[in-house]
């Protein structure tokens, strides 16, 4: 099994910037693609971001320019950088990682990001 724990979430006005991480450990030899998705309220969950093992990246257009994805391998760790954030950016943030093996899907337990206007 691999175990996903997130931090970085809070609060942040419109403008600011914020860095969830995302910290993978058990059977982290069977970690393939990391990513992000987010979920607001009423709203159904949607990718934000996703990074290969080698460091290929894709970005949902309204994240483009605003937000970067990054991961340590060596770390088992994934980040998301968050920039000139937006109020429709509030949401859960949840980490996902693709495995090679069974489940192998796993998400972490979500962190809260709220942006006022």
Request: charged share 15%; net charge positive.
């Amino acid at each position: 099994q691999v175990q996903l724990v997130e931090s970085g979430g809070g609060l942040v006005q419109a403008g600011g910037s914020l860095r969830l991480s995302c910290a993978a450990s058990g059977r982290t030899f069977s970690i393939n693609t990391m990513g992000w998705y987010r979920q607001a309220p009423g709203k159904q969950r949607e990718l934000v971001a996703r990074i290969t093992r080698t460091g290929s990246t894709n970005y949902a257009d309204f994240v483009k320019g605003r937000f970067t994805i990054s991961r340590d391998n060596a770390e088992n760790t994934v980040y998301l950088q968050m920039n000139s954030l937006k109020p429709e950016d509030t949401a859960v943030y949840y980490c996902n990682v693709d495995l090679d093996t069974a489940p192998y899907v796993q998400w972490g337990q979500g962190t809260q990001v709220t942006v006022s206007s």
